[in-house]
């Protein structure tokens, strides 16, 4: 590991350190990642997990149910965004409507189940 990566584990560690000291039921904050095209994300600890403790660190814990967004045009579904409306209106888009829509297919994304959903061309996971 080169020592700027080294520093920067450290430095994970360290925070997650402060964060485990500072987080306690019922406590609401906000969470600000990616200072390019930053994402705000409002946070409230519902419960503190007890379990076995693992061997593997833990990756995902929990996932929400995707919110559902309805087409502008049409009312149905939508299954993807406009990555250059969306920052202006709202620029959700079913299958139909959204082949029809002016910016053209190369600025269309999927709606992922993430609050990064349209930021930086961010498509979701493959998986
Ligand atoms: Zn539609
Ligand atoms: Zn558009």
Redesign the pocket.
Known sequence: MDTSLELLSERILHVFGHIRQCLSEGLEFVHEYDFGSTTVLKLKVLAIHTGAKRKEKVILMARNLPPVFA?V??G?QATQLCGCCIYEEEAF??D??GAEHECGEDMMLPVVNSPRMGVCGYCGEDA
Do not use: G, N, W
Request: aromatic share 12%; net charge negative.
């Open positions: 087409c045009e049409c149905k888009y079913c139909e409507c």
